[in-house]
């Protein structure tokens, strides 16, 4: 028999007025987004019928055994991610990670070798065994190595290469393409900038002028576009945003435009997060959107802010887990972007990271759980104050009841990692 | 043997056919154990055996070229293929026209990967021909209006080969097709920047009066109130003559959180500016009664931001005690208590 818990937000009276209005003037936008609604609230009454009271759960048993099934095989509908494979390794290893769920030894070496597999003879790495290096699945492949945590995963990464590169990818006006004879937009950045710190192989030169392409990025709304010129999307905002802080730059985007803009966001009936302006609600948002606000809240806080929340990032966490507990699961596990969408990895992995988001506030001094639901749906922290992995600090009461060395090893191996590497030497790059 | 032959004379593998036969296939090395191993269908591995083995042996031919359109008719996003397509289009003079078709068709099949719209930008620099590029794109945003990589090829173009003519007008026409269309306002945006510019006196109550325009039509379309306020940032919304009047008279009509949230800007700007047209002290008291508003009731999803707002105003304006969220601000994290994991400045 379950208990009574406290009140879901989006069944409270007053929650049809946060329909969207259309003045009576239909659009194609309006059109659309009238019929994510219906739907939502198509889940909505469902959940109420089945539940008698209201505790939403994480489907943990489910999530993990299409995240194992995963990390092994893949059917042929994966084609279409045969250029991407080290992000399934990724997008499944931090979706295991955040259920904290342990790789076993043997699957954590088979990965290591296949990543090995993907890097490339002239740095970096690739999408699959003999392809060519490309930013996105190096971001991939190094983060999915920090992930796993052990030597023999570190020991996979050829630095020196990796170096080579990233400077064959620099261009003169501070950006990066993705590939050699690739394009230009601003992940290209994050995912330099994210592998470079976290291999401590960043040069008096690496960066040159990137923090200035980045700033360009910011328009009119606040957000940052994937060039400058481009509409504020959440996806590229993420990466420019969180580029500039490992850069230590970040305190020249222009915060406050920034932060409305973030903000405003976050769908007021749904309480999931749009890409942009005007656009529907995705769950991948629930991690690229509101994982802005920590970094904003430090930003902030960094200025000498004093007016900061004590206890709450600055977006509503109850209306984001709501969407991500009770629209974005599948019941044979795997997460979504919303109903009548199918599961897959990439929206599994941030689903999942948008709920710890919106579950963990602060830092060690000062940490503050809203968990909706059973107190089994909390995930780990995973602090995104800094926001390069080798930043994190791991913050975990569930880790700590366990074994005291399993958080040790990962934030030790993290700190081994930095303070063995040799020193790269400055050629004339 | 006679199921073979029955099996050859049917099969469509490059495996199996003669012209091909001088190639051995190389087949992936996934290791051992693999991870993330995908159940790839006998036409894919076919296809990419046969593009490994031409990659490793650098083969630039005609054939070559053939194989390239069928590993991308199967994964359109391999970038590996792309790059080595635009290798052979260069080695073996090929038609750019004919790529161009190509590239069309495969656009408008895909139109939401990125390498596809790469590749056409390529094709139309080694041209140096974007006269067919507006047309295009516009055909593809008939389809969807939004579509990101549509957008970004269309200002590139733009930018590139300074085709500004009739952009405004294409913009006012999907304005008026979806006057939501938040790719469109950016795109007015984009237009007016690298042309006209804001600063003009003239140009700027063009687009106040515009933007007001499609705010009375449709006061709930979050776009056209973004758009107001992106264009007045520089010279401070509280110093645009009449602005105030304007918006106060939509309360009526076209209330909406949008309206509110544009008058909490309008006198933070007051009070930023520190304005002589206006009473500080109302400018103060009705920008925390909104945001109290706005946090209490019409846009309670951003709660705690209106709330961090009303707490600013009060640090930043108010004549009373400091603000803080709490009784105990939190403790700056000193090196202290963080672990050396801070970057270094480069």
Known sequence: MEEASPPLRCFSESHSSELFSDDGVQTVTSREQRKVERSIQEVYSVYQQIHTSSQPTLLREQHYHYLKKGLRHLSDAYECLDASRPWLCYWILHSLELLEEPVPAAVASDVCQFLARCQSPTGGFSGGPCQHAHLAPTYAAVNALCILGTEEAYKVINREKLLDFLYSVKQPDGSFVMHVGGEVDVRSAYCAASVASLTNIITPTLFDGTHNWILSCQNWEGGLGGVPGLEAHGGYTFCGTAALVILGKEHMLDLKTLLRWVTSRQMRFEGGFQGRCNKLVDGCYSFWQAGLLPLLHRALFKEGDSTLSVSSWMFERKALQEYILLCCQNPGGGLLDKPGKSRDFYHTCYCLSGLSIAQHFGNKDLHNELILGRDENRLLNVFIFLPSRHQLIQFTTSAQRRSPKRLNISTGCLFQFRQNLHQVQWTSH | ?346
């Open chain 2, 1 to 346: 043997t006679s199921n073979k032959t029955r099996y050859l004379s049917h099969s469509s593998l490059f495996l199996d056919r003669k012209e091909w036969a001088d190639l051995e296939p190389v087949p992936q090395d996934d290791g051992p154990n693999p991870v993330v191993k995908i159940a790839y269908s006998e036409k894919f591995t076919d296809v990419f055996d046969m593009f490994r083995a031409l990659l490793q042996n650098d083969e630039k031919s005609e054939r070559a070229f053939a194989l390239t359109t069928e590993a991308i008719d199967l994964n359109a996003a391999n970038y590996t293929v792309w790059h080595y397509r635009r290798v052979l289009l260069q080695a073996l003079d090929k038609d750019l026209r004919e790529e161009m078709k190509y590239i069309t068709a495969i656009i408008e099949d895909q139109p939401k990967n990125y390498q596809v719209w790469h590749h056409r930008r390529m094709v139309v620099e080694w041209l140096n021909d974007p006269s067919e590029e507006l047309q295009f794109v516009a055909e593809i945003l008939s389809q969807d209006a939004k579509n990101y990589h549509a957008w970004q090829h269309r200002q590139w173009v733009m930018q590139e080969y300074k085709l500004w003519d009739g952009e405004l007008e294409y913009v006012e026409e999907l304005l008026e097709e979806d006057v939501r269309n938040n790719s469109a306002w950016n795109q007015r945006h984009f237009v007016i920047n690298h042309t006209s510019g804001y600063s003009d006196s003239s140009i700027l109550d063009r687009e106040v009066q515009y933007t007001l325009k499609q705010i009375k039509k449709a006061p709930h379309n979050e776009s056209a109130w973004n758009y107001l306020n992106g264009i007045l940032q520089d010279g401070g919304l509280s110093s645009f003559p009449g602005l105030l009047e304007q918006v106060t008279e939509l309360q009526d009509t076209c209330s909406s959180p949008y309206l509110t949230a544009f008058l909490v800007d309008l006198y933070e700007d007051a009070l930023e500016t520190n304005s002589s047209s206006y009473d500080q002290q109302e400018m103060f008291n009705k920008a925390l009664e909104l945001c109290k508003f706005l946090a209490e009731e019409k846009d309670t999803i951003r709660r705690e931001y209106w709330n961090y707002v009303s707490r600013s105003l009060q640090n930043t304006y108010g004549s009373g005690d400091p603000v803080s969220a709490s009784s105990d601000p939190p403790p700056p994290p000193s090196s202290s208590q963080l672990p050396d994991m801070e970057p270094s400045d480069p």
